[in-house]
């Protein structure tokens, strides 16, 4: 997270939600290429991640930036929570070792560093995933109301709507901070976009505003328009130019827009002009990138893809960016 870390203070960025667990049961997370830093607990399968522990926290503290979770993936199978019981005790777990150190802590992979929040990416069809949505909700707000420190819940489903993989999530009583839809690798996506017409036919931007308006459990619910940040394959729909200004310039027009999001942080880095075109059209001037090589693409590649205290809050305001090992959100 070193480079992420210095370049996220240079643009602004607000939110690095890291990804993926991949399976919830035994906590199974993903770092890619940063998994090398991480040291095996001797007689278990589990693991501790030094650096990660170290930048988390610098993250946090010194660059004012929002630490999540993203639970899911591509690489997730589903098919977990084979009851309400099972659910709850795994939001319980999961919260026991990425929340606040607690006692019930029994393994914890970023060590003393505590995450702001979950980020769900569902691809595949999970069972009782309201119950566990709604436990975590409930450990998060129970916190704030004793520190003060803010959580975060957001998602990230594909747009056509409803998105079956996530089930009755999001119609049930579940309270999402933000929605980053993903306007690609769909027929609804970005690229389906028609310039000009204030009416669009396939383009769905409009129906996930009505969503936020009219069934969303928070009336405040912002919607981020999820795009991909290269003509990169496997991913489809891609947009640029002036295409990419129309797109934002017309989601801008409702109010539910929360920003852009941009899939991937390493396709972004070195291709800068889609992300220099989204800061304009978003009415910001573009702050200096600095591009990165990486050593290795990330393990899971999924098709999609928070302020931690009291005083970092990104819910209001004016301009935001969201990082992600994987993800890259410019916000309004």
Known sequence: MVHYRKNAYQIIVKLIPISFMSSFGNETVNLANSEGACLQVN?????????????????QE??????????????YTGGEFSSVDVAIAAADKIWANFGPPCENSTSRLFGNASIDGFDFDFESSVNNTVPFANRLRSLMDDSTKKTGRQYYLTSAPQCSYPDKNFGPLLDSS???DRVMVQFYNNYCGASSFLPGNETQTTFNFAQWDNWAKTVSSNPDV?????????????????VSGDQLKSVINYAKGFSSFGGVMLWDMTVVYNNTDVFKTAMSA????????????????????????KTS???KNWQNS?????????L?????
């Open 309 to 311: 205290m009291s005083s």
């Open 318 to 326: 004016e301009f935001w960016l969201f990082f992600l090992f994987g």
């Open 328 to 332: 890259l959100f410019v916000a309004v």
């Open 43 to 59: 007689g278990t399968h589990l693991a501790f991640c030094p650096e990660m522990e170290k930048d988390i926290i610098e993250c």
């Open 62 to 75: 010194v660059y004012n930036k929002t630490i999540t979770l993203s639970l899911g993936g591509s690489a």
């Open 174 to 176: 579940v309270r999402f």
């Open 282 to 305: 978003l009415g910001r001037d573009t702050p200096r990138i600095e591009p990165v090589a990486i050593a290795s693409q990330p393990e899971i590649i999924e098709s999609s893809r």
């Open 222 to 238: 912002k919607i981020m328009l999820g795009l991909i940040g290269g003509d990169l394959p496997p991913n489809t729909g891609f």
